[in-house]
Nanobody, 122 residues
Framework: QVQLVESGGGLVRPGGSLKLACTFSGFGFGYYAIGWFRQVPGKEREGLSCINSDGDTNVADSVKGRFTVSRDHAKTAVYLQMNSLTPEDTGIYYC????????????????WGQGTQVTVSS
């Protein structure tokens, strides 16, 4: 059974940084593709980035240059480093699993974590 747990959210001032973590388990054969998404009330869930166990990444143009995705095999964790945060980055951040990272369409991601709140405010 696939399980994902996000952590690292919180309150940060504009211009600040946060690093989110997604720890996961239950993947067969050691292969995984983990995506990061953001949900803002009244808006569709937005795909931000994805990384697979080979290290291939996909980053949305909307956050490219500010957000970086990475992984740690030993800890079975994927991270989202977020820099130069603005109030528009406020939302609930989720990680989810898929079989590939070619697209950030949320509909192809199967299991989801419970989310972690990120609030950017002065």
């Amino acid at each position: 059974q696939v399980q994902l747990v996000e952590s690292g959210g919180g309150l940060v001032r504009p211009g600040g940084s946060l690093k989110l973590a997604c720890t996961f388990s239950g993947f067969g054969f050691g292969y995984y593709a983990i995506g990061w998404f953001r949900q803002v009330p009244g808006k569709e869930r937005e795909g931000l980035s994805c990384i697979n166990s080979d290290g291939d990444t996909n980053v949305a143009d909307s956050v490219k240059g500010r957000f970086t995705v990475s992984r740690d095999h030993a800890k079975t964790a994927v991270y989202l480093q977020m820099n130069s945060l603005t109030p528009e980055d406020t939302g609930i951040y989720y990680c989810a699993e898929s079989t590939f990272c070619a697209t950030l369409d949320p509909s192809i991601f199967a299991s989801w974590g419970q989310g972690t709140q990120v609030t950017v405010s002065s």
